[in-house]
């Protein structure tokens, strides 16, 4: 006879801590079920490992923070610097030979290079510093149009990697939510990194993940990502929003239940559907009087 119900209950702390309470619940119940023992060492050795890749992030969070805070010095002189040369190369009499002339405009063009990519990285650590500030933003007024401008620079990298487009379609006259607009950036960051992630390696069409934001009631915005990658399974749908729920090697199927708790303490809500090639996680969130 099974009785699962007696050793359900059991923390996870760490696994040789964990064994002996799980043979002691076997033997209180008299039934020192072998199988349900190992089901239920098992779930807790999985729970360890997710809490290990947790505490693991973390750190990497931590660190990521101050690598960004190192990049970012090195990187504005490279900015100044380019903007220097473009200033002397202004100052610079004009040269009549043909050849030197070429030179002079290669030259000018890769400093313009320059500052526009260092520009673009120093975008990507602002957007990723304002990410990982841990002290909670004090709620305030943000337009959505805002946040997906914040957020881009953390996926261009992403989408060009996947060779994925992304179609952006937001009203821009939307009045504003009210909240914590680094938190709604996460949501975002969440659903299109999931459907960047579901992209299929043999697409027939060409790889695409939209985003668009309208008003539906009086006051509220409705956010759909949509995406034309693998599709979730009928069975999966129901279970997405649970935390832990992964089919990702590398996932830690915790994006989704983040996403539901940051749109419900917001006031919103969350759903996913998926059918014929096509997914689309759709949020609300109530909008400001104006
Ligand atoms: N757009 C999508 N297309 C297909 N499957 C999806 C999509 N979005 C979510 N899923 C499914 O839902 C699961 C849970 O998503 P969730 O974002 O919570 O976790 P994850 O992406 O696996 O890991 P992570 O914690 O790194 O986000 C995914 O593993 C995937 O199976
Ligand atoms: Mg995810």
């Known amino acids: 006879m099974n009785h699962p119900e ?4 059991i923390e996870p702390p760490c696994n040789e801590a964990v064994a002996p309470t799980l ?27 997710q809490m290990v890749h947790l505490a693991r992030v973390a750190t990497l ?5 101050s690598i960004a805070h190192e990049i970012r010095q090195p990187l504005t002189a490279i900015r100044l610097e380019a903007y220097a040369i473009q200033h002397w190369m202004k100052r610079c009499p004009g040269v009549a030979d043909p050849v030197t002339q070429q030179v002079v405009q290669e030259v000018a063009e890769g400093v313009r290079r320059i500052q526009e990519q260092s520009e673009r990285a120093e975008q990507v650590i602002h957007s990723l510093r304002a990410m990982m500030r841990s002290e909670p933003n004090k709620p305030q007024a943000f ?17 060009k990697d996947g060779g994925i487009a992304l179609r952006i379609d937001v009203d821009e006259t939307l009045p504003p939510l009210h909240g914590d607009s680094v938190q ?19 697409c027939a069409e060409l790889p695409l993940v939209e ?8 006051a509220m915005l409705r956010v759909e990502v949509i995406d034309n990658g693998g599709g979730i399974a009928p069975d999966q749908l129901a279970r997405i929003f649970q935390p832990f729920v992964s089919t990702k090697g590398e996932g830690m199927g915790i994006g989704l239940a983040i996403c539901r708790s940051i749109v419900e303490l917001h006031g919103g809500s969350i ?11 759709t949020f609300t969130l109530p909008l400001q009087a104006t």
């Open 271 to 281: 759903r996913a559907a998926s059918s014929e090639g096509r997914t689309t996680v």
């Open 23 to 49: 043979r002691r619940a076997a033997g209180d119940c008299r039934c020192a079920d072998s199988d349900a023992l190992r089901t239920a060492s098992a779930v807790v050795q999985g729970m360890q490992e």
């Open 184 to 202: 709604i950036q996460q949501v975002l960051l969440n659903l299109v990194l999931n459907a960047i992630e579901a992209r299929k390696e043999d």
């Open 61 to 65: 969070g931590t660190l990521a923070a």
């Open 6 to 9: 007696a050793i359900a209950p």
């Open 143 to 159: 337009t959505l149009a805002q946040a997906v401008r914040d957020v881009m620079p953390l996926l261009e990298g992403r989408l």
């Open 211 to 218: 985003l668009r934001a309208r008003r539906v009631e009086p």
